[in-house]
């Protein structure tokens, strides 16, 4: 069993019942993306993405916000640049 509660988690039963438990969320997960309007290949690379968000370490987390705010600014800067150019034209 996989119970959450407030951002608790909680694993009961062998490690084979609690995977299958993981696979029957990831396969609703799926359903209810697609009944939302996704695609199955959206909603798949969305839980795909999920999964390997999860199971990055601390330093990956770090890393990738860092990367993430990077792109960001970059494309602020862009941006920014763009009206520059079309207020002075």
């Not at 968000?53 to 602020?76: C, P």
Request: some cysteine.
């Amino acid at each position: 069993m996989i119970k959450t509660n407030k951002g608790k988690l909680t694993f009961k039963g062998s490690i084979p019942e609690i995977l299958t438990d993981y696979s029957i969320v990831t396969k609703s997960l799926v359903k209810m993306l697609m009944e939302n309007g996704c695609s199955v290949e959206d909603a798949k690379n969305i839980v795909a993405e999920s999964h390997r968000v999860g199971t990055l370490t601390e330093e990956e987390v770090d890393l990738e916000v860092k990367d993430a705010l990077w792109n960001v600014l970059e494309r602020a800067q862009e941006e920014l640049r763009k009206e520059s150019v079309e207020e002075n034209e």
